[in-house]
């Protein structure tokens, strides 16, 4: 949902130029359009789908890893879309292709969640859609661990052709094993480069920063989702947003040894279908354990050919990001276990 021709600051976004029409009045007329088949719905509730699909039995168990994927899935209605590749077709691979991960968050599942759900996807656990552009977020989380709870929160500050769309984050908590919980958050923040919409962006983090806070403290948490933001770029702060929380980030620890890139004075973003592991993508994972779960990173992977059609065009406007994560049952957590006997 990003304007493509917005300036920068102090740099020029160098952005693959759409194919279709963009921008607010667009997507008030594809509102008009499909209004047909927009419902409201307040939903965050999870679609469990037992017979036939792919689940874990949970154990008594003290680690594991979870193979995890983060997706936008470039679900805006075909006029409008910026991804290379057909819709319904393409939606229909995602659904299958995302078999492979174990806890997937999608962003921008909006005109084409039938598609994405029932085009082949097999995860036990997914998380009822709220329904399309305006009223939803087309946010969802996939997953084959129980998912307990699940919160849909919408944005306080929006910029743009984003303010016609209830972006925002879904916050949900999984069992991963017996008496093992983690919170799991999915992202989509404002779009675009301009000062207005960088602002905004920042300010959805700190609200987001606030609400894990508050609802996951001292619980071991993952946020994965679109960012729309740079570490290189001046206009975003994430620092503000992840040190507080103390939050790693995947891409960081694997790819960066763990240094965080410097700001760029005229950074200018690549172009988003180009990425390799090692260029810093907008789609990201931060973790963070507990004092029941200590998290280990193994493999980050920027998925371009795992995403492709026939005709080598991606699925997406986007790149999928995957993390391996390994996770066990802290030492503390054990000795106060064992002291407790």
């Given at each position: 949902?990003?304007?493509?021709?917005?300036?920068?600051?102090?740099?020029?976004?160098?952005?693959?130029?759409?194919?279709?029409?963009?921008?607010?009045?667009?997507?008030?007329?594809?509102?008009?359009?499909?209004?047909?088949?927009?419902?409201?719905?307040?939903s965050a509730?999870?679609?469990?789908?037992?017979?036939?699909?792919?689940?874990?039995?949970?154990?008594?168990?003290?680690?594991?890893?979870l193979?995890?994927?983060?997706?936008?899935?470039?679900?805006?209605?075909?006029?409008?879309?910026?991804?290379?590749?057909?819709?319904?077709?393409?939606?229909?691979?995602?659904?299958?292709?995302?078999?492979?991960?174990?806890?997937?968050?999608?962003?921008?599942?909006?005109?084409?969640?039938?598609?994405?759900?029932?085009?082949?996807?097999?995860?036990?656990?997914?998380?009822?859609?709220?329904?399309?552009?305006?009223?939803?977020?087309?946010?969802?989380?996939?997953?084959?661990?129980?998912?307990?709870?699940?919160?849909?929160?919408?944005?306080?500050?929006?910029?743009?052709?984003?303010?016609?769309?209830?972006?925002?984050?879904?916050?949900?908590?999984?069992?991963?094993?017996?008496?093992?919980?983690?919170?799991?958050?999915?992202?989509?923040?404002?779009?675009?480069?301009n000062?207005?919409?960088?602002?905004?962006?920042?300010?959805?983090?700190?609200?987001?920063?606030?609400?894990?806070?508050?609802?996951?403290?001292?619980?071991?948490?993952?946020?994965?989702?679109?960012?729309?933001?740079?570490?290189?770029?001046?206009?975003?702060?994430?620092?503000?947003?992840?040190?507080?929380?103390?939050?790693?980030?995947?891409?960081v620890?694997?790819?960066?040894?763990?240094?965080?890139?410097?700001?760029?004075?005229?950074?200018?973003?690549?172009?988003?279908?180009?990425?390799?592991?090692?260029?810093?993508?907008?789609?990201?994972?931060?973790?963070?354990?507990?004092?029941?779960i200590?998290?280990?990173?193994?493999?980050?992977?920027?998925?371009?050919?795992?995403?492709?059609?026939?005709?080598?065009?991606?699925?997406?406007?986007?790149?999928?990001?995957?993390?391996?994560?390994?996770?066990?049952?802290?030492?503390?957590?054990?000795?106060?276990?064992?002291?407790?006997?």
């Amino acid at each position: 949902m990003s304007n493509k021709n917005l300036k920068l600051m102090h740099a020029q976004v160098i952005w693959k130029q759409p194919k279709k029409l963009t921008g607010p009045l667009a997507v008030l007329g594809i509102v008009a359009l499909f209004a047909h088949s927009i419902k409201w719905s307040h939903s965050a509730s999870i679609t469990p789908v037992f017979q036939g699909t792919f689940g874990y039995d949970l154990v008594a168990a003290t680690s594991g890893e979870l193979s995890l994927l983060t997706y936008n899935v470039a679900g805006l209605p075909e006029i409008i879309s910026s991804a290379p590749s057909r819709r319904v077709a393409s939606m229909k691979a995602i659904s299958t292709r995302i078999n492979a991960y174990d806890i997937v968050n999608v962003q921008e599942d909006f005109y084409y969640h039938r598609e994405l759900y029932n085009g082949g996807n097999m995860h036990r656990y997914r998380t009822r859609e709220k329904t399309g552009i305006p009223f939803g977020d087309g946010l969802n989380v996939l997953s084959k661990y129980p998912v307990l709870k699940a919160d849909r929160v919408p944005w306080t500050d929006c910029h743009g052709a984003d303010c016609f769309a209830a972006k925002g984050f879904l916050y949900t908590r999984l069992e991963i094993a017996q008496d093992i919980f983690v919170d799991v958050y999915n992202i989509h923040a404002t779009a675009a480069d301009n000062e207005q919409a960088a602002q905004a962006r920042n300010n959805n983090l700190l609200q987001l920063g606030r609400y894990i806070q508050k609802y996951s403290d001292k619980q071991a948490v993952i946020v994965m989702g679109d960012f729309n933001a740079h570490y290189a770029a001046h206009w975003d702060e994430l620092p503000l947003f992840y040190e507080p929380l103390g939050l790693q980030d995947a891409w960081v620890v694997l790819q960066k040894q763990g240094v965080t890139p410097a700001v760029i004075e005229d950074f200018t973003p690549s172009e988003k279908l180009t990425l390799t592991d090692t260029c810093e993508s907008i789609d990201k994972i931060f973790f963070r354990g507990s004092s029941e779960i200590e998290f280990t990173p193994r493999s980050y992977k920027v998925e371009n050919r795992q995403f492709q059609n026939g005709q080598g065009q991606a699925l997406s406007d986007h790149c999928a990001v995957s993390l391996n994560l390994g996770w066990r049952k802290s030492q503390l957590s054990k000795k106060l276990s064992t002291a407790q006997l």
